[in-house]
C-alpha cells in the first residue's frame, strides 16, 4: 500500500549514524550493519528517539554513499566509521509505502516522478561520483525483527526540498 505522496515541514533532527559506500543489493550486509549501529549506541549509553533511517548521501545507481542512523535528543560527537550531526530542516517531499523492502527502489522513483511533474525542486548537485542529497532518508518505522509479515514494514521515503521556496500543502 502507498499513501499519496506530500510535502511537510522537518525539524533539524540530532542523530548518528553509520557511514558505508554500498552497492545495490545490499540487502545481506544490513543485519550486520544494525547490530554494529546498536552496539555503538549502547557502549555510549545512547538512545534512539526515532526510527532507523537509512540516509542516502551520494547517489550513483548502484552505487550510494549511505548512514545508517538513528534520531537522539541532543547533538554527539561520533568518530571512526560513525558520523554525527543534523538531519536539516525544511520542507520536504514524502511518501509512505507499507509492503515488502523489494519495492523501495519502486517507491523512490514514484515520489522522485511525483515532484518532478510537481515542479519541486530537491536540494541536491551534481557532483562527480553521483548526485548528493542535503536530506533524503528511508525511514524503517518497524523491520522483520518485529514484524514477520513483510507485507506489513512501513517505510517513509523523504527527500529535502530546495530552500526559499513556499509550498502551500505544508
Not at 15 to 30: G, M, Q, S
Not at 81 to 97: C, K
Request: aromatic share 8%; with cysteine.
Amino acid at each position: 500500500m502507498l499513501s499519496l505522496p506530500c510535502i511537510v515541514e522537518r525539524p533539524a533532527t540530532p542523530y548518528v549514524a553509520l557511514r558505508k559506500d554500498v552497492t545495490l543489493p545490499f540487502d545481506d550486509e544490513i543485519p550486520a550493519i544494525l547490530a554494529q549501529l546498536s552496539a555503538y549506541l549502547a557502549q555510549r549509553g545512547l538512545e534512539a528517539v526515532g526510527p532507523v533511517f537509512f540516509k542516502h548521501n551520494v547517489v550513483d545507481m548502484p552505487h550510494l554513499q549511505m548512514e545508517f542512523g538513528v534520531p537522539l535528543a541532543h547533538p554527539v560527537e561520533a568518530g571512526g566509521e560513525f558520523t554525527s550531526g543534523m538531519l536539516p530542516a525544511g520542507h520536504h517531499a514524502e511518501i509512505t509505502y507499507t509492503g515488502p523492502y523489494d519495492d523501495l527502489i519502486t517507491v523512490n522513483a514514484v515520489l522522485i516522478g511525483w515532484s518532478k511533474h510537481a515542479g519541486l525542486v530537491f536540494d541536491s548537485r551534481r557532483q562527480p561520483d553521483g548526485e548528493w542529497f542535503a536530506h533524503r532518508s528511508e525511514i524503517l518505522h518497524n523491520s522483520p525483527a518485529g514484524e514477520s509479515d513483510p507485507r506489513m514494514l512501513r517505510t517513509t521515503v523523504t527527500i529535502k526540498l530546495e530552500d526559499g521556496t513556499t509550498y502551500p500543502d505544508a
